[in-house]
């Protein structure tokens, strides 16, 4: 299965298992994140909903790009000007894409004993 997935302003497509590396993202090496704004998905050629579904990563590094050079120079201005800028991103790898997992405690099941006296309840409340 695939996702096209939008983060920093880019689109990615990714599926499970890939390494992308995007704009910097809060959190630690090792840490999990979800990316929750998706466009598209599908598996082959088939398309199907993105309603509620969700992208996990695991943050693998936080890094810096290569060095870029910013040269501006005027003519016979005596204008130059160097700069030189390294552009923080973030390494994921992507672990899995699925449907939003709502993870909730199980309510504590009534007790037999309880469950008569609640019934018994119920009938004295209508009278």
Not at 49 to 78: M, P
């Amino acid at each position: 299965m695939f996702a096209i997935v939008r983060t920093g302003g880019k689109q990615y497509r990714v599926a499970a298992g890939d390494k992308i590396v995007v704009e910097k993202l809060d959190g630690e090496a090792g840490a999990s994140i979800s990316l929750t704004d998706i466009l598209l998905a599908g598996e082959g050629s088939e398309l199907k909903s993105v309603e509620g579904l969700t992208v996990s990563a695991e943050i693998i590094a936080q890094a810096k790009a290569d060095k870029v050079i910013v040269f501006k120079k005027r003519r016979r201005h005596n204008y130059r000007r160097k700069n030189g800028h390294r552009q923080q991103h973030t390494i994921l790898k992507i672990t899995a894409i699925g449907a939003q997992e709502e993870k909730k405690k199980a309510a504590p099941k009534a007790k037999k004993a309880d469950a008569p006296a609640a019934e018994a309840a119920a009938p004295a409340a209508e009278a």
